[in-house]
């Protein structure tokens, strides 16, 4: 008897300690999760803009795009851009749209807001690269893009 | 000594701590808790419906209702009789009296039930329901004393290589059923269930209101055999407070849906394809954080659940649903079809993955994972629907029938109608079914094609040869194998018996016969096939009124004896089953079937009121014929006269088909299906090349080799259609999640979920997602309000919801 009990005694010696261990290393903070939308506005320089092709990636931060939605002049309002699912199996993300509308952007517009699921306390960067712009023909514009950050209301 | 004990068993215990420590650590904390994760989240398989069939009455006293597993017998009989059933195999009884009681006889057990009381599940599903029916359903010998479950339930799941590799290529549309159930339209009538006006009470309020499915919009266009079909469901509330709407409703099986809108005012937002876990986290953070979001889910492959949250009183949101799907097309009518409901659905006992069927206001009494509340008879919800189908044929349109609505209908011009159904017939609670035919002699084999970046995609929609009209069929050898088994008792063989006796009565002189039976073993007519003759059809006749039904169902013997004899090379060979096919070894059936086929073909005839689907449709489909269903109060005659029909024509056979310039890969089926008159096939795949060409499709007709061109131009526009990459990568999922059902391979869900991802589809372990980002609602995230649907028209509502 007095074996048995010294050792479990020595045996609880031994593992408690780990198992105060264990509680402490393996306490989880979860990350905070947020929603937060970013603007994307061209700029076609004067020219009829009819169609285009982007792709923005996080930089910094950890994001997942959880919505796609139109711009504000009507030849990109009614219908979201499209985006590549092959690219975003990838974690990608590359957005796409055409108008075939008569009334077409010329001037600086925003043509697209992509609305992010925002992971952690990192500020996300991105990087945005267009990949094409053009006109109704479809000849090329030699068109700008810029991100607008935007926050929940 | 004993302190050197007291030392070894120190550093043992201490060994075994720190292995312990050690696993815990190396698993990030995550060792159990993924094991349980890993049980708990596995999304479900792509199965097969159940038939929406009345179900049984199911007020059953819950004491009576054993747990599964349990086997109340002491019959040696019985149990020998379940040891044949895989190790895998779970039972769960349930007594017939509702008393738990093992004394019952057989008899009273199968007077006592009543009518519809069961059926099978027609599926894939990896739980196939199989029940003790009216019919006699019993998986044991008929005349001892035994305990006879209510019902039983198995799991099976083949050894690697058990299963013919070509069942993962056997899908229920490429099964050729000559007989079903008609399904008869009634008119609008305010005493039907779905009609009148529901209202409901949310907690502490006291306001009656309209529920938060305001209506649902379908859009289809139809351009030769491919529908694109937009699916838009306006949420709205009429709450004083914010709710979450949750929506389960049916899509046909074989929609390829890749787009999903949602639209809040004058924004539409695109949502985006995920892993469905992801896409289910993404949905909950963003309705905790106040966000509108909605998420789509596939629950099966035809049915989904569509979630709004944060839905603020007095707003809408519209959700737009995109699919593409292949029409069905036989005799010369394509048939478009539209489910509205979801049927009420049987889940055995012990079943926690099925589609739950509760009264509104009673979730969670299912216990099934997904639940459908129906609404009461004489009551409705405002929900209506309003369906628009645009039919571009490409050739004339002859002639246009629904069967289910009353219809409207705008001729644009000869090629094309739009069909819309009449404002008052805008209850959704049947299936919108509409068949049209073009000109006959104009319907000719027709490709659709897709190029992307990824390449180019097809379906050809192959037509059997117009000669194949003018001529006679060749001499047949017809084997008729019958389930003589105690489950076939009563009017399933004498339903069978009448098939057998009008189908010996048609054959013709040259052709040759023999009749089967099976039960616990297998005895035929005569030592070989006979002639047709008057002496020898008055023999057969003799035989089959002997023949009774009892004892097992050792459809193993019965296959061996159709199968394992030569092939008399003159005759062409069919084979037809005539069984209820209640039997737990498909598998090894199905595997049989394979390795003895030969060149025979199978042509079934399901009996009862609860057949097997599940084995029947992939006999058929393997044995590369058909089969007819025939309930207990069907004319058998009529099946047989249909199936007479359809071989009075030789079949093209062993078909091969070259496709010239097109650099054909991913062919689905994999291994093309006989042309019989009146039935073409659907194939789809990839390609490359873009040169005009021509597809040689060979094949033998009745002894001789026969070929039919086919002109084809993968580049013309107009046969280009934007929804084939999406059906060639439906057909894939639909395919690889077959194979899954039966091949334990680890990677087969990650290829379907990837496939899914890529190509943008709904799937089992895909989702759609979208999120409002920009704006937060006020408030919590409110009550979760079910959208409750009517039980489909003539579907008792007391005898198939729990309530």
Same mark, same amino acid.
């Given at each position: ?19 105060? @261990? ?63 699912? @092959? ?35 990192? @500020? ?30 | ?41 596995? %999304? ?56 738990? &009681? ?5 008899? $009273? ?11 099978? /599940? ?67 009538? $305010? ?23 305001? *209506? ?77 979001? /909605? ?64 009264? *509104? ?10 639940? =459908? ?42 090629? &094309? ?28 084999? !027709? ?67 023999? =009749? ?74 199905? !595997? ?14 399901? =009996? ?15 044995? &590369? ?23 009075? *024509? ?22 093309? %299906? ?44 107009? !046969? ?35 496939? !899914? ?29 079910? =959208? ?14 729990? *309530?």
């Amino acid at each position: 008897m007095k074996a048995t009990a010294a050792t479990a005694i020595l045996a609880l010696a031994i593992a408690l300690p780990l198992f105060g @261990q264990q509680g402490q290393r393996y306490e989880t903070v979860v990350p905070p999760v947020r929603f937060a939308p970013v603007h994307v506005v061209i700029d076609p320089a004067g020219k009829p803009l009819a169609a285009y092709q982007f792709e923005l990636k996080a930089i910094a931060g950890q994001v997942k795009i959880v919505g796609v939605e139109g711009g504000q002049h009507d030849a990109f309002r009614t219908r979201p851009p499209y985006y590549d699912p @092959q690219a975003l199996a990838h974690d990608r993300i590359i957005l796409a749209a055409y108008s075939t509308d008569k009334d077409l952007p010329t001037q600086a517009t925003r043509i697209a807001t992509i609305h992010l699921q925002i992971t952690g306390t990192i @500020q996300p960067e991105f990087e945005l690269n267009l990949t094409v712009a053009s006109d109704i023909d479809g000849e090329p514009i030699d068109a700008t893009i810029t991100l607008q950050k935007g926050e929940s209301k | 000594m004993k302190t050197l004990r007291i030392l070894r068993i120190a550093i043992g215990l201490t060994c075994m701590t720190a292995l312990f420590v050690a696993l815990w650590s190396c698993s990030d904390g995550q060792f159990f808790t993924s094991q349980l994760e890993t049980q708990s989240t596995t %999304p479900p398989t792509e199965t097969e419906e159940l038939a929406e069939t009345e179900l049984a009455e199911t007020t059953t006293k819950p004491e009576t209702i054993l747990p599964p597993g349990t086997i109340l017998s002491s019959s040696p009989a019985l149990k020998e009789k379940l040891g044949q059933f895989p190790e895998s195999t779970t039972f769960a009884p349930i007594m017939a009296d509702g008393t738990g &009681k093992p004394e019952m006889q057989y008899p $009273e057990y199968w007077k006592e039930l009543p009518p519809g009381t069961f059926y099978d /599940s027609e599926s894939q599903l990896r739980m196939n329901n199989y029940a003790l029916g009216t019919d006699g359903r019993v998986p044991t010998l008929a005349k001892k004393p035994m305990v006879l479950g209510r019902m039983f339930s198995y799991r099976t799941t083949a050894a690697p290589g058990q299963l013919p590799a070509d069942l993962g290529y056997v899908h229920i549309d490429e099964v050729w059923v000559i007989a079903k159930p008609e399904v008869t339209p009634s008119a609008p009538d $305010e005493d039907r269930p779905g009609c009148g006006a529901m209202l409901v009470k949310l907690p502490d309020e006291e306001k009656e209101l309209p529920l938060p499915l305001k *209506h649902t919009d379908v859009n289809g266009s139809i351009a030769g055999y491919i529908a694109t079909v937009h699916v838009t469901q306006q949420f709205h509330n009429p709450y004083d407070e914010k709710i979450e709407a949750v929506y389960v409703f049916p899509l046909p099986q074989n929609a390829a849906v890749n787009d999903f809108l949602m639209t809040i005012g004058d924004r539409t937002i695109r949502g985006i394809i995920r892993e469905r876990k992801e896409a289910e986290q993404i949905y909950q953070q963003a309705r905790r954080q106040g966000h509108v979001a /909605s998420l789509l889910t596939q629950e099966r492959p035809n049915i989904f659940t569509q979630k709004v949250a944060n839905i603020e009183p007095g707003k809408q949101i519209d959700v737009d649903i995109q699919y593409f799907n292949t029409l069905g097309y036989v005799d010369g009518w394509y048939e478009f079809v539209f489910p509205m409901v979801v049927g009420p659905r049987f889940n055995p006992p012990g079943s926690t993955e099925g589609v739950g069927a509760v009264a *509104h206001g009673k979730a969670g009494i299912s216990g099934q994972k997904t639940e =459908v509340q129906y609404l009461k008879p004489g009551t409705r919800s405002g929900h209506d629907i309003a369906l628009s189908v645009r039919i571009d044929a490409g050739v004339e349109i002859e002639q246009i029938e629904c069967t289910s609505h009353a219809i409207r209908k705008q001729q644009d011009d000869r090629e &094309k109608m739009t069909v819309s159904i009449a404002p008052l017939d805008n209850i959704p609670n049947k299936d919108f079914v509409l068949r049209y035919k073009v000109a006959g002699d104009r319907v000719k084999s !027709a490709l659709m094609t897709h190029r992307d970046k990824n390449g180019g995609y097809f379906t050809l929609m192959l037509y059997p040869p117009e000669s194949l009209r003018q001529v006679r069929r060749s001499p047949m050898e017809m084997i008729f194998v019958l389930d003589c088994s105690g489950s076939m008792n009563g009017k399933p063989i004498a339903k069978a018996k009448d098939a057998i006796r009008r189908a010996l009565r048609k054959l013709e002189p040259g052709d040759s016969f023999q =009749v089967i039976r099976f039960s616990n073993d297998a005895s035929q007519l005569g030592p070989k096939p006979l002639e047709v003759t008057e002496e020898n059809l008055r023999k057969a006749l003799a035989y089959v009124d002997s023949l009774k039904g009892g004892g097992g169902t050792m459809m193993i013997e019965g296959i061996k004896a159709a199968l394992d004899f030569p092939h008399d090379p003159k005759r062409f060979r069919l084979v037809s089953f005539m069984t209820d096919g209640f039997i737990g070894n498909e598998a090894q059936i199905l !595997a049989a079937v394979q390795e003895k086929l030969g060149n025979s073909r199978i042509f079934s005839f399901g =009996v009862g009121s609860s057949v097997n689907r599940f084995l029947l449709d992939r006999m058929a489909k393997l044995g &590369k014929g058909a089969v007819a269903y025939i309930g207990l109060n069907d004319d058998s005659t009529t099946a047989v006269d249909l199936f007479y029909d359809r071989i009075s *024509h030789p079949a093209m056979t062993d078909i091969d088909i070259q496709f010239g310039a097109m650099a054909v890969a991913d062919l689905f089926p994999a291994k093309v %299906p006989d042309l019989f008159v009146g039935r073409p096939i659907i194939l789809t795949g990839r390609f490359q090349g873009n040169a005009p060409t021509e597809i040689t499709v060979t094949g033998r007709v009745g002894g001789q080799m026969h070929d039919i061109t086919i002109p084809v131009d993968p580049g013309r526009p107009n !046969a280009m259609h934007e929804g084939i990459a999406a059906v060639w990568a439906r057909k894939k999922i639909e395919v690889l999640a077959m194979q899954h059902m039966y091949n334990s391979d680890p990677d087969l869900p990650e290829t379907i979920k990837q496939t !899914a991802l890529e190509y943008n589809l709904m799937s089992a372990y895909t989702a759609f997602v979208a999120v409002d980002s920009s704006r937060i609602t006020e408030g919590d995230h409110g009550v979760t309000v079910a =959208v409750p649907v009517p039980v489909p028209d003539g579907v008792r509502y007391d005898t198939t919801v729990q *309530h």
